[in-house]
C-alpha cells in the first residue's frame, strides 16, 4: 500500500536525493536539493541517511492524506504545519497515522521546505538518482491524486534544538571565490560589482538566480565553453549577474566570474524576489575551511 496521496501539490513540489553525481560528461546536472542543510536535518530527524529521497516544496501549499502510519519531519522555509487541522511544529518529528491529513500552509519566510518520511520515499531512479531535473525530462512536480510510497512505518521522535534552525534573512552576504576569468576584469569594475548590493529578481528558478543592479563589464569579449560547477557567478551580455544553481547546464561560454561557497548557496537557495545579496571574495585555503566546517556542522548535529 502507498503511504500517501497527494491532495494538493503546491506551486511546486518535487521528488529530490541528495543528487545525480558522475553525468557532467553527457550533459547531465546533478540536481538535488537546493538548501543541502536542511535537506539533510529532515532526512537525520526521521531516521534517514543524507542521500534519502525527501520532497522539496517550494513556497508551501502541500497537502498530503496518509494512507499507513509513518514518521515525518519538515524543515527548510518557516512555514505553517497542520495536522487534522491542528497546529504542530516544523524542525522535530510528527507520527501519523492512517486517514491523518498533512497540510503546510504558503511560507512567512524562506522559500523552500523539505518534508522527509522515516525509510525515505521510494522513487524511480534515472542515473542512478531520485532527484527532479525538470529542465532534463527526468521526474516532474507532483500533481493532485499521486501515490507515494514511503519505506518504513518506524516511529522515531527528534526534534532540532532552536539554536540550531537556520537564521533566514532577506539580506545576505556570499562569499566566492574568483576564478581564473576574474583577473580579466577591470579593477573599477570589480569593485563596482564588490560594492553593489544586488536584488533577487522574479526571474529565478532552481537552474539559477538573475540578479538585478549594477552592470558589469567583463571585458572579455570571446571565450570558449566550458564547464560550469555550483554556485558560478555567470556574467551573460546584459551584464547583471547570475548565480547558477542545482539544474543549470553544464557547459557555457560566458565569462564566469568565480563560485559562491556552498553554505551561503543554502541560505541564497531560501531567498525570494526583491531580496539583496553582496559578494564577499575569499581565498580558496578559506573556502576548503568553510567547507568543512560546514559538514562538520551538519554531521555534529544532535537532537533533543
Known sequence: MNTFTVVSPGPFTTVQDAGR????DIGLTEGGPMDFRSFAIANRLVG????????????????????????????????????NGKPRSIWQTQQLAAGDEVK????????????????GFNSPQWFNSSATVMRESLGEPLKKGDE????????????????????????????FVAGYQWASVAKEQQ???????????ARNDRMGYQLEGDKIDSGIEKIY????????????GNGQPIVLM??????????KLGAVISPDLDKLAQLA????????????????????????????ISFI
Open 21 to 24: 553525481v558522475g553525468y557532467h
Open 48 to 83: 534517514n541517511d543524507e542521500n534519502a529521497s525527501a520532497l522539496e516544496i517550494t513556497f508551501g501549499g502541500l497537502t498530503l492524506k496518509a494512507k499507513k502510519p509513518a514518521t515525518i519531519a519538515i524543515a527548510g522555509a518557516f512555514v505553517p504545519l497542520m495536522i
Open 104 to 119: 503546510l500552509g504558503f511560507s512567512g519566510l524562506g522559500v523552500r521546505s523539505y518534508l522527509a518520511v522515516s525509510g
Open 148 to 175: 507515494l510510497e514511503a519505506g518504513s512505518t518506524a516511529q522515531v521522535r527528534n526534534k532540532l534544538n532552536y539554536l540550531d534552525q537556520p537564521s533566514l534573512r532577506k539580506s545576505i552576504q556570499l562569499r
Open 191 to 201: 569593485q563596482r560589482f564588490l560594492n553593489c548590493e544586488y536584488q533577487i529578481s
Open 225 to 236: 565553453s566550458e564547464g560550469i560547477s555550483k554556485g558560478t557567478i555567470q556574467l551573460p
Open 246 to 255: 542545482n539544474d543549470r547546464q553544464t557547459i557555457g561560454g560566458y565569462p
Open 273 to 300: 524576489a526583491g531580496s539583496s545579496v553582496r559578494f564577499v571574495p575569499i581565498s580558496p585555503e578559506q573556502a576548503v575551511e568553510e567547507y568543512r566546517k560546514y559538514r562538520q556542522g551538519i554531521e555534529s
